[in-house]
């Protein structure tokens, strides 16, 4: 009787292990969705003052491709161009990427949108315009 005690003690202790275990297994990752190709491009044009932070807003629809083309600038100048997030607390563009520019036809800003949602591209003064300067920023995005 005692052996079977045990053998029903160890049998629970074995399962109650086993569940355990069960329970504390990594669980599968989801599925990671594939970026799409971008195909949305918009458009934005501004003047830029000494001194200034513009940002644009706009709408990510998919996970996909983000680029960003500081197209035109004139007079010609170096500037901040930045992608981020918009924050409605302080009216500001958080950058979540950005670098000092020219304007040319080239890709400035180039990567992946991860979730869909509001972005904001912003063109500010590096401190050293010495007057306005009026830009086209083209953004590809799906």
């Known amino acids: 009787m005692i052996n079977v ?3 029903t003690v160890a049998f629970g202790f074995a399962l109650a292990l086993a569940a355990i275990a069960v329970a504390c297994a990594d669980p599968v990752a989801p599925t990671l969705p594939n970026p799409v190709t971008p195909t949305i491009t918009e458009t934005f044009i501004g003047t830029l003052t000494i001194g200034g932070n513009n940002l644009h807003q706009f709408h990510v ?3 996909g491709g983000l680029k960003v083309t500081l ?3 004139q007079p010609s100048a170096a500037v901040q161009l930045s992608v981020g ?5 302080t009216g500001v563009c ?3 990427s950005g670098l000092t520019v020219v304007a040319g036809p080239d890709v400035q800003i180039s990567g992946v ?3 869909p949602g509001n ?3 912003s063109v500010s003064d590096v401190g050293n315009l010495v007057e306005s300067v009026n830009y086209t920023i083209s953004v590809l995005h799906s």
Do not use: D, E, G, R
């Open 5 to 7: 005690m045990k053998q």
């Open 61 to 63: 629809n998919q996970i």
């Open 71 to 73: 197209n035109n600038m």
């Open 85 to 89: 997030t918009p924050s409605t607390a």
């Open 94 to 96: 958080s950058p979540l």
């Open 113 to 115: 949108a991860t979730i």
């Open 119 to 121: 972005f904001c591209v």
